[in-house]
């Protein structure tokens, strides 16, 4: 299911500059300013440079359409935030949610009216990159690669130091401000469902388990007395906005749920890739400085490599998962798409299954 990846979903409000972790990534053999990056965005742009491929603009939406045919997004994957915890929070409320759509190895964020669309990719030398694509008609536009602001945010102690993502459920107000004194959560797999999803919109069925999607707090003193019964077990949200602006009308609950187990796991596939790499280059220094055979492999760094290798699969494996208290079921076709995607064995078995 998972390959290495992934997009922007936090502000910088929520996370202290870490310049410890941002200088070590600028220092070989990371150097991730100035280091060719290696993932689906860097090989569309070279396809575009080149002629082959052409991305067409399309009024409201600009460039998403084409986008996300080029890069194998599926439509079916959109989710929607209203809460304003992200790099274009002007655009964001919600009336105006910014919707994200993923796969395998890219993210791509998009607002309505919004200048630039923000990408995240997989990246095979630098864990993740992170981009922006200007929403003015161009007949080459070029994906501008973020190598500074995004850092800031995005590789903090809570992405473990390498170049990775959050996702947070906070208590979001009417016009989309967290209300940041009354507590947020970081979301993976591991969360229980009651702390999932403020300032998200949620469609889907979940039966008598209660989330926070759906909500614009009132109560800002103590939204927990004010509940969230009215966003339970929402199916249509065209009450809520003007969904005819989105690609589709669904923030499908069955996505959500796959976009926070995979976010976490590529921020710790980015983070093996880093501190391997960082600890093979320690070793091959120390060994030059003390004149020890090249292949001479130090204890300390078996041991780094070990433990960012354990940390990684024991998420694959879903240790921590939360337990559901009963079935839940998307709006959008999403679940379907995403299980027929596989691969399957020889008995028709995949990884992708629900």
Known sequence: MLRLALPVVVACAFVAPAAAQIDGLERPPISYKTAQAENVVAELQKKIATGKVRLMYAGDHGYLPALLKELGVPQ?????????????????G????????????????????GDVLELSA???????????LDQEPADRPEFLRQRDSCLTCH?????????????????????????????????????????????????????KQAHMGNWAVENKRDPAAEGNEQGQNVTDLKSRFTVASYLTPHSDLVALMVYEHQ??????????????RQALHYQDTLNK???????????????RIESAGDQLAKYLLFSGEAKLEGA???????????????????????LRAF
């Open 122 to 132: 997989a990246d095979t030398k630098l864990g993740t990159s992170f981009y922006t």
């Open 155 to 207: 590789a903090s102690s809570a992405t473990g130091g390498a170049p990775g993502h959050l996702v947070r459920s906070v208590f979001t107000d009417r016009h989309g401000m967290p209300i940041l004194g009354a507590g947020a959560y970081r979301v993976d797999h591991s969360s229980p469902f009651k702390e999932r999803w403020g300032g998200w919109y949620v469609t889907g069925t979940h039966g």
């Open 263 to 276: 976010t976490e796991a590529h921020n710790r596939i980015a983070r093996a890739l880093i501190s391997t």
């Open 328 to 350: 839940v079921a998307g709006t959008s076709d999403f679940a379907k798409q995403f299980a027929a995607r596989g691969p399957f064995d020889k008995e028709g078995r995949s």
């Open 94 to 113: 919600p009336k105006t949610p910014r919707a994200i759509y993923f796969s395998d190895d890219v993210y791509v964020g998009f607002c309505l009216r």
């Open 289 to 303: 400085e003390l004149k020890e055979p090249a292949d001479h492999r130090w204890e300390s760094v078996a041991r």
């Open 76 to 92: 079916s994957s959109q989710i929607l935030v209203f809460s304003k915890t992200s790099f274009q929070r002007e655009r964001i």
